[in-house]
């Protein structure tokens, strides 16, 4: 068999060595038992560099990989089937629409013209309409751009009311909330958290961050997450440049409490170089797990006290989630992207749980059967 590129990505799916993932043929590869988890990835092959969604079966510690035309950031599940998932490039005009079970890419689709996509957007509870994050390219204005699921075509547009937007979440009660991340010469726009009333179109609340100090000066709101009980945590990724090297920040609010930015412990602090990034947070045990690539950094927070408990070096650390059970939390993280479990209980790593090569690269991970359990609970074996 010839080694093209097509080929090469059937051998390198089902060929793994020592403690990684193995081809596991005689079971059900999509079974909501079992976490399965989704990442933007991609590999080299004579040169060339192929976009993937990389589907990773970590019980049976098997995955599949699916070409993409671009590096998928946000992945997202349509409420209505759960075999069909929209991921978005990262700042760039380019979303696509994938059949998990054809593995195949079946729609394009491009942003409007001077407006890039964040890499960010939230189905509406019903499926019908999707709720794409942009920016206008020539000002940086921020909008929420109401598209059509089956049609993409675009109904209406919302203001962010701020600048390069990033992250969105939308509540049960269809609050739609987004980060604004960029800040004007005037001062007039700064970085914040917004939440839209996306029945009314109207600004039900906004969020800035306590930046009175040198070291929080430039957060940005990056990534946030707001859990079932309205607690909320922000993973802020300011952009460093060749001449200064930013902060990533960690804020928390406890619902109905005022919101806090994490100052200590200090040595912690001045280690979180570049940007936080990618939040889980695990209910139980009221933690937030927070990622920082840059500085090869995984940190732990309790949100009830505020306070650190736990900071780990890892390798390159980007998309974290947790399994079903709700027992580990799950990071990507290596130059040669790899997998591990980290206990909930008391945030070990867990050694004998590392997957590799997973080709899992990307900045974000979402366990594919978490998701069904929350959005199809009656049909999960559909």
Same mark, same amino acid.
């Given at each position: ?73 946000? &992945? ?15 700042? %760039? ?13 079946? @729609? ?15 189905? #509406? ?21 109401? @598209?059509?699921?089956?049609?993409? %075509?675009? #109904? ?20 739609? /909330? ?27 609340? @906004? ?31 300011? &952009? ?77 650390? @980007? ?58 609970? /009656?049909?999960?074996?559909?």
């Amino acid at each position: 068999m010839p080694l093209n590129r097509r080929n090469f990505l059937k051998i390198i799916a089902t060929s793994f060595i020592g403690s990684s993932l193995i081809s596991c043929t005689h079971k059900k590869f999509f079974n909501p038992d079992e976490d399965i988890l989704l990442a933007g990835g991609r590999i080299e092959d004579e040169n060339k560099q192929q976009n993937l969604l990389v589907i990773i079966n970590l019980t049976q510690r098997e995955k599949k990989l699916i070409e993409t035309p671009f590096l998928p950031h946000g &992945i997202y599940i349509h409420p209505g089937n759960k075999y069909r998932v929209f991921c978005f490039e990262k700042n %760039a005009d380019k979303a696509c629409e994938i059949d998990l079970q054809t593995q195949r890419v079946t @729609r394009s689709l491009q942003a409007e013209q001077g407006h890039v996509f964040s890499g960010h957007a939230s189905f #509406s509870h019903d499926g019908k309409s999707i709720y794409c994050i942009e920016s206008n390219t020539a000002n940086f204005q921020g909008s929420i751009t109401v @598209r059509n699921t089956e049609t993409f %075509a675009i #109904s209406h547009q919302l203001p962010t009311l701020g600048l390069s937007p990033h992250d969105c979440q939308l509540s049960k009660d269809n609050i739609l /909330t987004v980060s604004n991340t960029g800040k004007s010469e005037s001062g007039f726009h700064l970085p914040s958290l917004v939440s839209i009333d996306i029945a009314t179109e109207k600004l039900i609340e @906004r969020i800035k961050l306590d930046t009175d100090d040198l070291v929080h000066a430039d957060l940005n709101c990056g990534h946030f997450k707001i859990s079932d009980t309205n607690d909320l945590v922000i993973a802020s990724a300011p &952009i460093s440049t060749k001449t200064q090297v930013l902060s990533g920040g960690v804020s928390i609010r406890k619902y109905n409490e005022p919101i806090s930015t994490m100052k200590e412990p200090e040595v912690v602090i001045k280690r979180m170089t570049g940007e936080a990034l990618s939040i889980e947070i695990n209910q139980q045990q009221s933690i937030a797990a927070i990622t920082h690539p840059a500085a090869n950094l995984l940190t732990f927070w309790s949100i009830k006290d505020k306070k650190i408990i736990k900071a780990i070096g890892f390798e390159n650390p @980007r998309g974290l989630s947790q399994t079903l059970d709700k027992k580990y939390f799950i990071v990507s993280y290596g130059e040669q992207p790899a997998m591990a479990k980290i206990s909930t209980n008391d945030l070990e790593p867990q050694v004998d749980s590392i997957v590799r090569p997973t080709l899992a690269s990307g900045e974000h991970i979402i366990n594919w059967s978490k998701t069904i359990r929350e959005i199809m609970p /009656t049909r999960i074996y559909d």
